[in-house]
């Protein structure tokens, strides 16, 4: 089912409680369709965030990779 606009506004109570008993709810609003979900159901499609320390930890194995600092003389500057 699309809710018109101004049907969903009259009844949001409606709307949000299908969105949360019956699943996603759409609103159409000069031909453009706005979709209302649970946050059960929004945090499920997103998926978990993950922190940046997590991401840092968890990445891909680097220990092949030689990181080691250039050793040659820097190039001379015109002073």
Request: cysteine-free; aromatic content about 6%.
């Amino acid at each position: 089912m699309i809710w018109r606009f101004p049907d969903a506004r009259n009844k949001l109570s409606e709307v949000v409680d299908r969105a949360i008993n019956e699943g996603p709810q759409r609103i159409s609003h000069h031909g453009e369709v706005v979709v209302v979900v649970s946050e059960e159901e929004f945090n499920r499609l997103r998926g978990q965030p993950i922190s940046f320390t997590a991401y840092l930890l968890h990445g891909p194995d680097l220990s092949e990779i030689d990181i080691e600092r250039d050793q040659s003389p820097m190039r001379d500057v015109a002073g």
